[in-house]
């Protein structure tokens, strides 16, 4: 069964930073691609970065880029999206997803979603 479970959103200020993980069933960690998503109210989901099975290649959204990482911990079959400078811009909802598609940055390429951590940055 594919599961995917986020934790680690809040609230944090103006150039603060949080940590996003994803806690990935074993089967997915190893077969499927991984990527984050976010989606603002009233706007549509949009790619934030993705990660490949592998865990070898990584790419990312340009307004995300050179400030979020992301990460995976092969022991705890769970990947990280650190995010670094957070501003008002980054608040959304955060999902998780898999494909085994690479690479691809569309929601609809994606086939399992998790529930999603909501990330709050004041202004």
């Known amino acids: 069964q594919v599961q995917l479970v986020e934790s680690g959103g809040g609230l944090v200020q103006t150039g603060g930073s949080l940590r996003l993980s994803c806690a990935v069933s074993?089967?997915?960690?190893?077969?499927?691609?991984l990527g984050w998503f976010r989606q603002a109210p009233g706007k549509e989901r949009e790619f934030v970065a993705a990660?490949?099975?592998?865990?070898?290649?990584?790419g990312y959204a340009d307004s995300v880029k050179g400030r979020f990482t992301f990460s995976r911990d092969n022991a705890k079959n769970t990947v990280h999206l650190e995010m670094n400078r957070l501003n008002p811009e980054d608040t959304a909802i955060y999902y998780c997803?898999?494909?085994?598609?690479?690479?691809?940055?569309?929601?609809?390429?994606?086939?399992?979603w998790g529930q999603g951590t909501q990330v709050t940055v004041s202004s």
């Open positions: 997803a898999a494909t085994s598609s690479w690479y691809t940055t569309s929601p609809g390429a994606y086939e399992y």
């Open positions: 074993e089967r997915t960690f190893t077969s499927y691609n």
């Open positions: 990660i490949s099975s592998s865990g070898l290649n990584r």
